[in-house]
């Protein structure tokens, strides 16, 4: 048996940056060494959520210490617009109307950052107010326009299945958003070309569309525009669209003064002028028998969206596509409405707005449970997936990887589910003020973008003839171990150790038209590419061989950094500079796109996804009914990741993805003021978990029996997003511990985040105080 080359698919490996994160040696874009003559920007921010501009002096700002120029519309050669979507309602700065509070103005350019910060601030600026519509009901009632084409996704006719079902509730549930909160902040720095050339480098998932933005608002073409990513810190969606208004004014001043040119928006400025997480009213009427089996459901998902659509509408999309999550909905309609407000455009999200749309699929299974007394598990058992004639979701996709009932059943009887609920249910007996809760929730989650057009990725890959192997591609990292794990790839298609691979900046110039790191595909695409690369690279070496030793192709392997030809053994390092000499080409590109996917939105059918990942949390709580404060005593996962390239990798995903999702749904609350003013803009208002706060116990396990169906990279999985929705189960033992004081005779429809304020107006409620 040949031993495992070092670092190859299927091992556990630190992510490729590990030491140099932990060493403070990761150099992040605000660490690169800035070239002499840098200035630096600073955006003004509006200070009205909704107005006419009457005027703006902008004087002081003008004359302030260091102040270079001061950038607005008038300054822009090109497009006054960073829309990702092409709808042109996303200006770089404000014209003539501000639409929300902190909306960028203009820009400063200074000699020093300090400078232009301060000088930011000097501004005088005149608003005529008119209305703002700040919240998902107050633009409800007001009416408010929509952002973009609603969604419907419809099977069966729920009408009469509603009226004629034994069991009919009607409820409502607000689901908050969340802040993305990633250590590094937008930044980006532009160094102008000759002619029309700029070099931007940019704290983005997206390089390509900051590459179109950038050559928009420059009116210059993308060839002109090179945009470098080597890392982030962090960006969970929220650079995916972002990034772009901060590279465009980089670009923008760096051409203007052909100097470089270098913005960072403070945490507090980052937080305010740029997009979050959609919160979402989610309105039901569902209807089901004495077993707790749904059979109909009506539902509409209006989501708060901001000034501007960015991504609202395949966010809102999305969100209909996950209520369903593990559970057959026979005759079934959702609705989703992107409604236009006047706060920040919300924009993309771990999840992508999956997980508001599967927590209101879960608010019913919570429903039906505590009218009808059950455990929620039995009513979740009773609705998934199965059979032929119990597999079609409501967007006519049929569900033919179902394994969610046998995670379910392993997970309930590793972590002794059962036993557990029935001594929390006996502590809550003859504890007065301390309640307990527990809950076992699972997750479905589509792999694919919804556009179908984004599911396409490439490589570049270099083998020199010093047997050193160079892997770019289109995807970008941002702590998530994607260069790891393609650079794993690599090496197993060689069969070489992995320390013989670099991973280089993702780059436009070398790998152009790429898609956003995002919808967990970044191995899924870029892998593929990768190893397409990799393999046209080993053809040619196995030609040249097959030629030089006249050994047949059909017995050439790569094993354990050799070329094996029958008996002939040739070290990888040897056999490339011998076929470099004989004028071997040793660079190829690669390309994948993902098969067999489809979707027609204005009919709402189709097969948006190329598979589903699966896994199940269980979580136990306990809550102190005076005070609503809490604390999750344990947590037990079993996740799926196909046949896993980087188990240790993928265990940290999905660790991290939790706690993030447990924030969401507990801590992280936005608040914004009466005047539009977003007020929990800084770590000491806005509360992100710290270490405190994760399971105090806390197993976490992969599904070792999995191997993906589809013919996806070495039968893995995708795992960035599906494990965030597993901190449902959080929300749901609160939900249980509350109930407690009634007995578990009412629903106490905890609206998210379920903060301890919340938790203790939920049990007064309960209590009828």
Same mark, same amino acid.
């Given at each position: 048996m040949n031993k495992p080359i070092k670092g190859g698919v299927h091992q556990s490996l630190a992510h490729e940056s590990a030491h140099k994160h932990v060493a403070g040696q990761a150099e992040y874009l605000d660490d690169m060494i800035e070239p002499a003559g840098t200035l630096h920007a600073y955006l003004g921010l509006s200070t009205c959520a909704h107005g006419q501009i009457i005027s703006m002096n902008l004087d002081a700002v003008r004359r302030a210490p260091g102040v270079i120029d001061v950038?607005?519309?008038?300054?822009?050669?090109?497009?006054?617009?960073?829309?990702?979507?092409? #709808?042109?309602?996303?200006?770089?700065?404000?014209?003539a109307e501000?639409?929300?509070?902190?909306?960028?103005?203009?820009?400063?350019?200074?000699?020093?950052?300090?400078?232009?910060?301060?000088?930011?601030?000097?501004?005088?600026?005149?608003?005529?107010?008119?209305?703002?519509?700040?919240?998902?009901?107050?633009?409800?009632?007001?009416?408010?326009?929509?952002?973009?084409?609603?969604?419907?996704?419809?099977?069966?006719?729920?009408?009469?299945?509603?009226?004629?079902?034994?069991?009919?509730?009607?409820?409502?549930?607000?689901?908050g958003g969340q802040d993305h909160f990633y250590l590094e902040g937008h930044i980006a720095m532009a160094i102008p070309g000759e002619d029309d050339e700029v070099t931007v480098f940019s704290s983005t998932q997206h390089p390509t569309e900051i590459q179109h933005m950038v050559g928009h608002? #420059?009116?210059?073409?993308?060839?002109?525009?090179?945009?470098?990513?080597?890392?982030?810190?962090?960006?969970?969606?929220?650079?995916?669209t972002q990034g772009s208004l901060f590279a465009a004014v980089a670009a923008l001043a760096a051409k203007k003064h052909n100097r470089a040119v270098k913005i960072r928006p403070d945490r507090d400025d980052d937080i305010v002028a740029t997009g979050k997480r959609h919160d979402?009213?989610?309105?039901? &009427?569902?209807?089901? &028998?004495?077993?707790?089996?749904? #059979?109909?459901?009506?539902?509409?998902?209006?989501?708060?969206?901001?000034?501007?659509a960015d991504l609202s509408g395949p966010v809102t999309d999305r969100a209909l596509f996950h209520v369903d999550n593990c559970y057959f909905l026979p005759d079934v309609e959702l609705?989703?409405?992107?409604?236009?407000?006047?706060?920040?455009?919300?924009?993309?999200?771990?999840?992508?707005?999956?997980?508001?749309?599967?927590?209101?699929g879960e608010r019913l299974i919570e429903e039906i449970a505590y009218a009808l007394g059950k455990d929620p598990l039995e009513v979740r058992r009773a609705n998934f997936y199965g059979g032929k004639d119990r597999n079609l979701t409501p967007y006519h996709q049929e569900v033919t990887d179902c394994i969610i009932e046998r995670i379910v059943d392993e997970l309930e009887t590793s972590a002794d589910y059962q036993?557990?609920?029935?001594?929390?249910?006996?502590?809550?007996?003859?504890?007065?003020?301390?309640?307990?809760?527990?809950? #076992?929730?699972?997750?479905?989650?589509?792999?694919?973008?919804?556009?179908?057009?984004?599911?396409?990725?490439?490589?570049?890959?270099?083998?020199?003839?010093?047997?050193?192997?160079?892997?770019?591609?289109?995807g970008t990292?941002?702590?998530?171990?994607?260069?790891?794990?393609?650079?794993?790839?690599?090496? &197993?298609?060689?069969?070489v150790d992995i320390s013989t691979i670099k991973v280089t900046a993702t780059r436009t110039d070398k790998v152009p038209n790429t898609s956003a790191t995002a919808a967990s595909s970044g191995t899924d695409l870029n892998g593929m590419a990768a190893a397409d690369a990799a393999q046209k690279i080993k053809g040619r070496l196995i030609a040249f061989a097959t030629e030089k030793y006249g050994i047949g192709p059909a017995e050439a392997r790569f094993v354990d950094n050799h070329l094996v030809m029958g008996d002939t053994k040739i070290p990888f390092a040897e056999l490339v500079k011998d076929a470099y000499m004989n004028r071997v080409q040793l660079s190829a590109t690669g390309f994948y796109k993902t098969p067999d996917i489809h979707w027609d939105r204005d009919a709402g059918k189709g097969t948006p996804f190329y598979y589903f990942s699966y896994g199940a949390a269980i979580s136990e709580v306990v809550i102190d009914t005076l005070t609503g404060e809490y604390f999750v005593e344990r947590t037990d996962v079993l996740h799926d990741v196909g046949r896993s390239i980087n188990e240790a990798i993928d265990k940290g995903q999905v660790e991290g993805a939790f706690v993030q999702?447990?924030?969401?749904?507990?801590?992280?609350?936005?608040?914004?003021?009466?005047?539009?003013?977003?007020?929990?803009?800084?770590?000491?208002?806005?509360?992100?978990?710290?270490?405190s706060d994760r399971p105090r116990q806390f197993n976490v396990n992969l599904v070792n029996w999995s191997e993906n169906h589809k013919q996806t990279i070495r039968r893995s999985k995708a795992v960035g997003e599906p494990p965030f929705m597993l901190a449902i189960s959080v929300l749901e033992a609160l939900s249980m511990a509350v109930a407690s004081v009634a007995d578990y005779k009412k629903c106490p429809r905890l609206d998210a985040p379920a903060t301890p304020e919340r938790i203790l107006m939920a049990v007064n409620r309960l209590k009828g105080n």
């Open positions: 950038l607005t519309k008038d300054d822009i050669p090109g497009e006054n617009d960073v829309s990702p979507t092409g #709808l042109h309602d996303e200006p770089v700065f404000a014209d501000v639409q929300f509070y902190g909306q960028p103005m203009f820009a400063v350019i200074a000699e020093t950052r300090d400078q232009a910060r301060r000088a930011a601030h000097l501004a005088k600026v005149e608003y005529d107010q008119a209305e703002a519509l700040l919240d998902v009901k107050s633009a409800q009632q007001a009416g408010a326009e929509l952002v973009t084409k609603p969604l419907k996704l419809k099977r069966g006719d729920p009408k009469p299945a509603l009226e004629n079902a034994p069991n009919r509730i009607k409820g409502e549930m607000e689901i608002v #420059l009116g210059t073409s993308a060839n002109a525009v090179n945009v470098q990513v080597r890392r982030m810190g962090g960006g969970f969606g929220g650079k995916e979402f009213v989610a309105s039901y &009427d569902v209807g089901f &028998d004495e077993n707790g089996k749904i #059979l109909a459901l009506d539902a509409d998902f209006a989501a708060r969206c901001g000034f501007s609705r989703s409405l992107p409604l236009k407000t006047n706060t920040v455009s919300n924009t993309a999200f771990r999840g992508f707005g999956g997980p508001q749309g599967m927590l209101g036993e557990r609920r029935a001594a929390v249910i006996e502590f809550n007996k003859s504890s007065r003020i301390l309640k307990k809760g527990i809950a #076992l929730t699972p997750v479905k989650f589509g792999i694919s973008f919804t556009a179908t057009w984004y599911n396409q990725a490439g490589a570049l890959v270099h083998v020199y003839n010093d047997g050193t192997i160079q892997l770019n591609h289109g990292e941002m702590g998530q171990g994607l260069y790891t794990k393609v650079a794993q790839v690599v090496a &197993d298609e060689f069969q999702g447990m924030g969401w749904l507990t801590t992280e609350e936005l608040w914004w003021s009466k005047e539009g003013q977003l007020k929990t803009h800084a770590p000491s208002t806005y509360k992100i978990p710290v270490a």
